[in-house]
């Protein structure tokens, strides 16, 4: 019994003091049959930052993301958990290099901390960013285009029809959407509009790659992550990728 309540202890101070607290890079090559370093864009995503105060983690992230030197920054979510933790996210995103181009969705958390999604929005706009919800938005650079396609989270409205409203399809598009399940839900007519559409790929954020992973099965997921934990996933024509941060190449 004492072993049981030792080892229960142990696994609750991992996942909620030091798993939130690690730190890790991966880094992924889409596309590589077509790849050249001309026609590369790069790519980091930033996913369930919790940011609860500015600290040795968070210029951590800053600094390995300011040099991997990318074209474009998604942050996928669940950036901060209470509502006056807004000004330190905003201290945040002053340090990233500010000519990267940013994108950002919506996660369970900024509407759990009933963040106000207006001053949200206006922090987004002075740091290059923006909040995509239910919206798509064409990135250019030079004759590479990506098309990225932002929905909100579940505890939200997704609309994936909105989203695309007005917008043509395009060879490169990638979804964003915090919560993995989200491709498990869709609709009929949403899968319609996928398969018209085609991203090629959908990231994502929410299941911390698993609270607790032991030897790659992970018994504590939180809720709304389905069968999704890390790493990469095809389903309905979609690869998704799950996990906290990642540089990517997506090639034309």
Request: charged letters at 15%.
């Amino acid at each position: 019994m004492l072993f049981v309540t030792t080892f229960l202890a142990l696994l609750a101070i991992y996942a909620f003091s030091i798993e939130p607290n690690l730190f890790v890079v991966s880094r992924h090559r889409l596309n590589a049959e077509n790849a050249t370093n001309q026609n590369s864009l790069q790519i980091v995503q930033i996913s369930d930052l919790h940011l609860k105060k500015f600290n040795h983690r968070t210029q951590q992230i800053i600094e390995n993301v300011n040099q991997l030197h990318p074209d474009i920054i998604v942050l996928t979510g669940d950036s901060i958990d209470r509502a006056n933790q807004i000004n330190e996210y905003d201290r945040f995103l002053s340090l990233l290099d500010r000519k990267i181009a940013k994108y950002a969705i919506l996660g369970n958390w900024e509407y759990n901390s009933n963040v106000d999604l207006a001053t949200l929005t206006k922090i987004y706009n002075n740091y290059n960013c923006r909040l995509l919800v239910n919206e798509s938005t064409l990135y250019q650079k030079g004759n590479q285009s990506l098309l990225i396609t932002g929905v909100d989270d579940l505890v939200g409205e997704p609309n994936l029809a909105k989203s695309l409203q007005n917008i043509k399809p395009h060879p490169n598009h990638l979804l964003l959407s915090h919560s993995p399940l989200y491709i498990d839900e869709v609709s009929t007519n949403e899968l319609k509009i996928l398969a018209e559409y085609k991203p090629q790929y959908m990231f994502s954020g929410h299941t911390h790659g698993g609270q607790i992973s032991l030897f790659g099965f992970a018994p504590l997921l939180p809720p709304r992550s389905g069968n999704y934990v890390s790493g990469w996933y095809q389903t309905n024509s979609i690869r998704q990728f799950k996990d906290e941060m990642q540089r990517l190449e997506i090639f034309a």
